[in-house]
C-alpha cells in the first residue's frame, strides 16, 4: 500500500516557473516507477512525465512532448520524493496535476496503468 501526496500547486503567470512534488510513503515504495499526470477542465488525464526506480542513481525518466524541452522529472536517492519542475508555462498547462505510482522499476507510466494516486494540486497559469 502506498501514499501519494501532491502539492507545490498555484496561480502563476504565463512564462513563470513551478515546482511540483510528489511525497511517497508505503512499503516497498522503491519497486513503484512514479508518474505525473494532468487534466484539464473537461478533459481526460494525461501523462506527463515518468521515473523509474531503478539504476539508482541513473533513474531513466522521459516526458511528453507537449511539454518537452519545459518539463523535468527528478527523484529523491530515498526515491520517497518525486519533483516535477515547470518552466515557460503557458496557458494550456492549466489543469490538476496528480502523481501515481506503478508497480514495476523500470519507467512505464500510463494512465490505467497506475496503481496508486495522489488527490492532486491544482495549477493556473494566468495573466
Known amino acids: 500500500q502506498l501514499q501519494l501526496v501532491e502539492s507545490g500547486g498555484g496561480l502563476v503567470q504565463p512564462g513563470r516557473s513551478l515546482r511540483l512534488s510528489c511525497a511517497v510513503s508505503?512499503?516497498?515504495?522503491?519497486?513503484?516507477?512514479i508518474g505525473w499526470f494532468r487534466q484539464a477542465p473537461g478533459e481526460g488525464r494525461e501523462v506527463v512525465a515518468c521515473?523509474?526506480?531503478?539504476?539508482?542513481?541513473?533513474?531513466?525518466?522521459w516526458v511528453a512532448a507537449p511539454v518537452k524541452g519545459r518539463f523535468a522529472i527528478s527523484r529523491t536517492n530515498a526515491k520517497d520524493t518525486v519533483y516535477l519542475q515547470m518552466n515557460s508555462l503557458e496557458p494550456s498547462d492549466t489543469g490538476v496535476y496528480f502523481c501515481?505510482?506503478?508497480?514495476?522499476?523500470?519507467?512505464?507510466?500510463?494512465?490505467?496503468?497506475?496503481?496508486?494516486w495522489g488527490k492532486g494540486t491544482l495549477v493556473t497559469v494566468s495573466v
Open positions: 508505503g512499503i516497498g515504495l522503491g519497486n513503484y516507477a
Open positions: 521515473i523509474s526506480s531503478n539504476n539508482f542513481p541513473d533513474f531513466t525518466s
Open positions: 501515481a505510482a506503478k508497480y514495476g522499476t523500470g519507467d512505464v507510466c500510463f494512465v490505467s496503468g497506475m496503481g496508486y
